[in-house]
């Protein structure tokens, strides 16, 4: 099917707002960002809307929520905003009736923003529940189109963003700026985000794009934060990418950044303030959602074995620099989240729902580094070298140099902290869970078997990684070399990697199986596009756990 931006606005309805007319306060006002709904629940849900406003004052707003089936129970409300909050809009709606469908808008000073809709979560016997789970979108890399493909879904009934909505990168040679498209899609602010306002800009520019408007007007989202929300590899003391020396204080780099981010995100925010965003959603009785915090509040300082080891270490500073990694004592979440995790699993599995899915940044699965020449002819691995560029050709070095001393492939990931991925994985197992893990982060489309050993073991969860939606792929600078296929060869818990591709996963739960469809876009450096499931794989709960994957 070709999708392009048009079809996916003319699909909703959506059309730019109406001009604005006399305000409530003094000055004009319009819609220049769309608008957004999240965080649904059996009887609430969260409405956004900024409002761009020609004066300096506080400005007052209407919204309407109606439902679908004009049978009654709507709502309505007014309220003020202003300068304090970037004149952005959050109302969060109850006393709404489960499992229903809604439209809404909102309305200033005679301007009416696009009408979106959204969706409570349904009570009780359900049939299905259907999820697109999205990641990773850097503006200058591509067109959102992957974001238009969500918005033309027959259905959704929740858009699941596991983080890297915005990156904080900045400036003429900053990542994604070589890509084709970049010339009309530079990063606002022309600089690496730092400040509130800066935050804000960047916030601002995304919410502009129209197939990331689509996507949000179709349905509710449900969202995290990753690192790139506050600066790349982030962890409760730094980032990777902040620089006390010159960049201040990251307590106050990461306040401000999450500041904007709660200002223009459709998310409910922890009472009394603060980072801990975990929370949970059910669908019906058919599956509960468990979204993790894994950055900010817990998490210690990744441990990279180019940082922590000399440029050729031994056996001996491998084992060394692997028992650091090892040390119990790391963390990716904190004890109060996992005790909430296991409480809420405990309660989803006692309830009868089959499904236990949780929303989470990083990729779970063990990935050690392949050697791809393995699965290569040598005259067939030499042609392809022939083809890289510079930068291609010492990745690729890069690679088989790791992979020749058997290190994991990130140590951002969960492979990072393998003590925590292990108490993790006895949650799970302590809840007797059917446990499906969604993760974002990695630029690559995944299917995995989680198993809570090494070699043996038992097999603890399944688990689909999503794809950026413009984000570049590891893979794309050793494209002549197949980086996927080696990594499902040479990984017991990997059964398909795709390295390239741009898309998303569509997610089909029923309470006999749950369907993983990895949804790929053709191109995001054209706007016209076709959208495509390149590998489909299928799950079955059971007492003893979910099963193997099996692909359709």
């Known amino acids: ?31 220049h960002h769309g608008v957004a709904s999240g965080d649904p629940q059996q009887d609430r849900v969260i409405l956004w809307t900024r409002i761009t406003s020609q004066g300096s004052g506080d400005v007052e707003y209407r919204w309407s929520l109606d ?61 299905d529940a259907v999820l697109a ?28 963003h596991l983080g890297d909505y915005i990156y904080e990168y900045g400036g003429p040679s900053s990542y994604g700026m070589d ?37 949000h007007a179709r349905a509710p989202w449900i969202v995290v934060w990753d690192d790139h929300e506050t600066a790349n590899d982030s962890w409760m003391g730094g980032a990777e990418n902040h620089q006390p020396a ?9 306040a401000v950044a999450i500041k904007a981010y709660y200002e223009w995100m459709p998310i409910r925010e922890p009472v009394g303030g603060g980072f801990s965003i975990n929370r949970s959603f059910d669908f019906g009785d058919v599956a509960s959602l468990f979204m993790l915090e894994t950055r900010l509040t817990a998490r ?46 405990a309660e989803s599995v006692k309830s009868g729902r089959p499904w236990q899915v949780i929303g989470n940044e990083v990729v779970m699965a063990r990935l050690f580094t392949p050697p791809i020449h393995k699965y290569m002819t040598e005259q067939g691995y030499a042609a392809a070298k022939a083809e890289l560029s510079r930068a291609g050709a010492n990745r690729l070095a890069r690679i088989e140099a790791n992979a020749a001393l058997g290190l994991p492939w990130g140590a951002d990931m969960w492979d990072g902290y393998p003590a925590d991925r292990q108490r993790l994985y006895g949650l799970i197992e302590k809840a007797r869970a ?11 489309f995944w299917a995995n078997e989680l198993f809570d050993a090494e070699t043996g073991g038992k097999r603890v969860a399944v688990e689909f990684g999503t794809a950026g939606i413009t984000s570049p792929g590891p893979g794309e600078p050793i494209a002549a070399v197949p980086l996927g296929d080696a990594f499902a060869k040479y990984n017991r818990e990997v059964l398909y990697n795709n390295q390239t591709a741009k898309g998303f996963v569509l997610l089909t739960l029923t309470h006999a199986q749950a369907t993983a469809e ?21 799950a079955t709960p059971g007492p003893g756990g979910v099963s193997g994957l099996k692909a359709v």
């Open 179 to 215: 890509s084709p498209v970049a010339g009309e899609r530079p990063h606002d602010p022309p600089h690496e985000c730092l400040s509130l306002a800066d935050y804000r800009r960047r916030h601002a520019q995304y919410k502009t794009d129209p197939q990331l408007q689509a996507a």
């Open 518 to 538: 990895l949804m790929a876009v053709s191109s995001i450096k054209d706007k016209a596009f076709n959208t495509r499931p390149l590998a489909t794989y299928r």
């Open 1 to 31: 099917m070709l999708i392009d931006r048009r079809r996916a606005l003319a699909l909703l309805g959506l059309g730019a707002a109406a001009p604005a007319g006399r305000a409530f306060a003094k000055d004009a006002v319009a819609f």
């Open 133 to 160: 789970v999205c990641t990773c979108a850097l503006y200058p890399n591509g067109y959102f189109n992957a974001y238009g493909a969500i918005a033309a879904l027959p259905r959704v009934d929740a858009v699941v």
């Open 300 to 345: 210690d300082h990744q441990l990279y074995p180019d940082v922590e080891m000399p440029k050729e270490p031994t056996a001996a500073d491998v084992a060394a620099w692997r028992k650091r990694l090892a040390d119990p004592a790391r963390k990716m979440m904190s004890a109060g989240q996992e005790a909430w995790l296991e409480r809420a699993m």
């Open 434 to 444: 059917n446990a499906i893990v969604v993760s974002g982060d990695s630029h690559a």
């Open 246 to 254: 010159t960049e201040g204080d990251w307590n106050v780099r990461k």
């Open 67 to 127: 439902p679908v089936d004009r049978k009654g129970g709507g709502k309505r409300g007014e309220g003020l905003t202003g300068a304090d909050r970037d004149y952005t809009v959050k109302v969060d709606v109850v006393g709404l009736d489960p499992g229903r469908a809604y439209s809404f808008q909102f309305e200033a000073g005679g301007a009416k923003s696009p009408v979106g809709r959204t969706r409570t979560l349904a009570d009780g016997p359900t049939k």
